[in-house]
């Protein structure tokens, strides 16, 4: 399968746009990988995920991640690896980026539910939080989650 920069099924998630290049029915329900085309100053609250391991390959901009305490600066090229169960959060810098996401498995169903959600208005964070927990994505905050305060 071959897919244009374009192609796949698209969201728009908060500011960011994602488009899902491989998801969890091609994957036989084990990772989804995700373009996210994110704008300046965005990212994820601090979180960890108990069923596998998350991978980013920045392909645009430069983006900060917070790996358990330690930051890391990622730019154009540089891939990061995030283990299972280790905190971590990230925020696009100050021109925005595209980065390529590989999620553990049932992350996809939190962010496609949340996308929908948003469509309806507004999405109380506690309803949110407690719907990532339950396909894969344990916040261990709630400030700054994708540009909520």
Same mark, same amino acid.
């Given at each position: ?12 998630? +908060? ?8 998801? $969890? ?45 330690? $930051? ?37 169903? +939190? ?19 407690? +719907? ?18």
């Amino acid at each position: 399968m071959k897919l244009q920069v374009e192609e796949g099924r698209t969201i728009q998630f +908060y500011k960011t746009k994602m488009i899902f290049k491989v998801n $969890l029915e091609q994957s036989d329900n084990a990772y989804s990988t995700i373009l996210m085309i994110h704008p300046p100053l965005v990212g994820p609250a601090l979180h960890m995920h108990p069923n596998g391991v998350e991978t980013f390959f920045v392909i645009e901009g430069d983006y900060e991640f917070n790996l358990n305490g330690q $930051l890391i600066n990622a730019k154009k090229g540089d891939f990061v690896y995030i283990p299972k169960n280790v905190p971590h959060k990230y925020n696009s810098g100050k021109n925005g980026g595209t980065i390529l996401v590989t999620t553990p498995a049932s992350v996809e169903n +939190y962010f496609l539910h949340i996308a929908e959600k948003l469509l309806q208005g507004n999405v109380p964070l506690e309803y949110e939080f407690d +719907y990532a927990q339950k396909n894969g994505q344990v916040f261990l905050e709630n400030t700054g989650n994708w540009g909520h305060k």
